[in-house]
Every structure is written in structure tokens, then in C-alpha cells.
């Protein structure tokens, strides 16, 4: 495809030859000649001016590059549209597998591809062109709208609901058991019957092997347009607000809430029945005792605010020699003291 179309198709103006053949996609290092590639972090620049891509997505040209540019005001969601150019994950043709199992009594939209060994239980109600790899299982009762595309081993549990154009990867438990028991006085646990829901908006992403379970009563909901990466887990009575980003190995304890727009970076731990407030960030391995407010970057164990982190932790390798010289200091200090205390006998 030629360097021209492409920026056509993403809105983008060109520096450079727009005839220039582009046969796909690649990262800054890794580019050849016939490839296009994208910089969107200045501290790359020196990458990208190594690189032997033919062609580079860039917000402005960069002085003494000699190859094409695509100029765009966000080159990496450009990139991202631009890869869409060149691939596009195979679709299953529609129909169902003969080896599935669809109960008499749950309606399926048209369009749909239902793949083999999958079950589908009483009462479900799915809607047009999903896509269940083989082996998903839909509990009965389960809700599920448009475009809802679940891989292979994905399971929706019995009455959760699902919006539209919702991505269960690979392993995704959705509406398994809360973690909840109360305490007997002979120290033995029973078991709370976790009778309320587990609820995915519209355009929700979940990755792979992550749970969210149901609630013991009332609802687990995900929000609309959140992404959850793969080992999250997400605990009964859980809110997740809208384009959240919670990464790998994230586990929040029940009854937590977070707003809109807000960021858990790796192995975040929340301990629950606390809100993180709008367009916070949660640096990697912290640990969230309570509420964290609006717009804060908070990181440690437990967590406060980043900067004062940053300057504690530079300051921890320091701790043995500065805890010498203290004692050195009191050491001195004793011996002037004992000094002055024979001084003033005499």
C-alpha cells in the first residue's frame, strides 16, 4: 500500500514521498525500508534517528532524518490505526459447531459463530455477531449484547450481564464466587451465598486469566471502556469506573471503588471498602490503605504521594551510613557530657 493511502485512511499530512510502498508495520528498531514505524516519545529520538524504516509517524518532522514522515497530532494511536491496516485477527465463519451445546430456551442473535464444545445454558439471550471460541460456557440467565467476542475458555456465570462490544480473553472468569464466610464459634467458616451479579459495560476489554466476581448482594459492575490486563483480580461488591487501566497481577479487595479515569499500574494491591477518586495513579507494587484523592500520584507500601516515595527511597541506601554517623554523634555527644560533668566536680 502506498506511504499516500495510509495517510489518507488516518487523516495524516505527509513530509516525503507518497508514492513509497509500505508493506506493514513494526517497532522503531526492528523497521526496514518498506516498513512504517512511529515515535511518541522525545526521549526515543535518538532511536528513531538509527531507524531504517521507510516511513515514520511523528507529531513534526525531525531535523536531518532522511526518510518519510507521516505527521499526526497522536502518533500512537495513529500506529495503532495503522496496524489495523495490515492485520486484522481471522474471524471464524457464523454458524454453530455441531459439538456445542445450546439450551432449547436461550436466544442467539443473527450473525453469530459458536464454536466447538462451547455450552450455552437455559435463558441466555446473546446478541448479534458474537464470537465464542471453543469451549466458553454461558451460565444460564446470563445477558450479553452486541459484538461480544469470547475466547477460548472464557466462562460468564449464571445472571451476569454483559453490554456491548465486550472482549473476554482468554481464561476470563466473569461472576465466579466472591470470597466471603463468616466465622463459626468453633472457628470453622460458612460459606455466604453470593447471590448478587458481576456487570460489564460497553467496551470493556478484559485480558487473560483475570476474575471478577460476583457480588454476595447487589452487583460487581466494570464501567464503560475500562481495560483490565490479564491476573487482575477483582473482588465481590468491586466498582470499576469508566477507561480505568488496572495492569497484570492488580488485586482489589472487596468493596472498593474507583472513579473514572484512573490508573493501577503492576501489582497494585487495594485493600478494599476505600474509593480512589477520579484521574489518580497507583504506581507499580503499591499497596492502598485508603481513599486516594482526585488526581493524586501516590506509590509504597503503604502508598502516599510519589514524589515524597521517590525522595524516601533515594534516601533508604543511605540509611546504614547516616545511622553510623548518629552513633558516632552520640558517642561524641556522651563523652563531651561526661566531660563536663567531671569539670564541673573539680
Known sequence: MKLGEI?????????????????????????????LTFLANPKYGPKARRTM??????????PGLEIAFLLSANPYLDFARALEVFYQPPRPPAGIHPTAVISPSARIGE?????????????????????????VVIYPHAVIGDDFLAHAGVVVREFCRIGNRVVLQNGVVLGGDGYGFAKRADGTHYKIVQSGVAVLEDD???????????????????????????????????????????CAQVGLAGSSILE????????????????????????????????????????????????????????????????????ELERKVAELSEAARARAKE
Do not use: F, M
Open 111 to 135: 450473525n453469530a459463530s459458536i464454536g466447538a464444545y462451547a455450552v450455552i445454558g437455559g435463558h441466555v439471550v446473546i446478541g448479534r455477531n458474537a464470537i465464542l471460541h471453543p469451549h
Open 260 to 327: 473514572k479515569n484512573v490508573l493501577l499500574a503492576g501489582q497494585v494491591g487495594i485493600s478494599g471498602h476505600l474509593t480512589i477518586h477520579d484521574n489518580a495513579v497507583v504506581y507499580a507494587q503499591s499497596g492502598v490503605g485508603g481513599d486516594v484523592p482526585a488526581g493524586s500520584v501516590i506509590s509504597g507500601s503503604p502508598a502516599y504521594e510519589a514524589r515524597q516515595w521517590l525522595r524516601t527511597i533515594t534516601a533508604l541506601p543511605k540509611l546504614p551510613e547516616l545511622l553510623k554517623t548518629v552513633r
Open 53 to 62: 524504516a521507510g516511513a515514520i509517524l511523528v507529531q513534526e518532522p525531525i
Open 7 to 35: 495517510a489518507e485512511r488516518l487523516g495524516c499530512s505527509i513530509s516525503g514521498n507518497p508514492d513509497l510502498e509500505i508493506t506493514g508495520v513494526a517497532g522503531i528498531e526492528h523497521a526496514g525500508s518498506s516498513e
Open 204 to 246: 470493556v476489554e478484559i485480558q487473560t486469566n483475570t476474575s471478577v466476581d460476583r457480588a454476595s448482594i447487589g452487583e460487581t459492575r466494570v464501567k464503560r471502556g475500562a481495560k483490565i490486563d490479564s491476573l487482575v483480580q477483582v473482588g465481590h461488591g468491586c466498582v470499576v469506573g469508566e477507561d480505568n487501566i488496572i
